[in-house]
């Protein structure tokens, strides 16, 4: 049972994944139709990919954390 928290936990990282995938094709397209904005485009896909990790992260962490303290 233990098992099954730790993995809907870990699903996290799954979302976080897909989500910077989608956030890095969509950069390349903006700086493909506006080469100038590259800079603020940069700026805004490095910030969305540092909140897509912690997400990752907390994710990983809570999986872990139901692994250590629940799995007793």
């Known amino acids: 049972?233990?098992?099954i928290?730790?993995?809907?936990a870990a699903l996290a990282c799954l979302g976080a994944?897909?989500?910077i995938g989608i956030a890095t094709s969509k950069a390349a397209e903006a700086v493909a139709r506006q080469p100038e904005a590259?800079?603020?485009i940069?700026?805004?896909l490095l910030l969305?990919?540092?909140?897509?990790e912690a997400t990752a992260i907390y994710g990983f962490?809570?999986?872990?954390?139901i692994i250590l303290f629940l799995g007793q």
Do not use: D, N, S, Y
């Not at 928290?5 to 809907?8: I, K, N, P, R």
């Not at 969305?48 to 897509?52: E, P």
């Open 61 to 65: 962490v809570i999986g872990v954390l």
């Open 5 to 8: 928290g730790a993995a809907v």
């Open 48 to 52: 969305g990919g540092a909140l897509a």
């Open 17 to 19: 994944g897909v989500g």
């Open 38 to 40: 590259e800079g603020k």
């Open 1 to 3: 049972m233990v098992a």
């Open 42 to 44: 940069t700026k805004i």
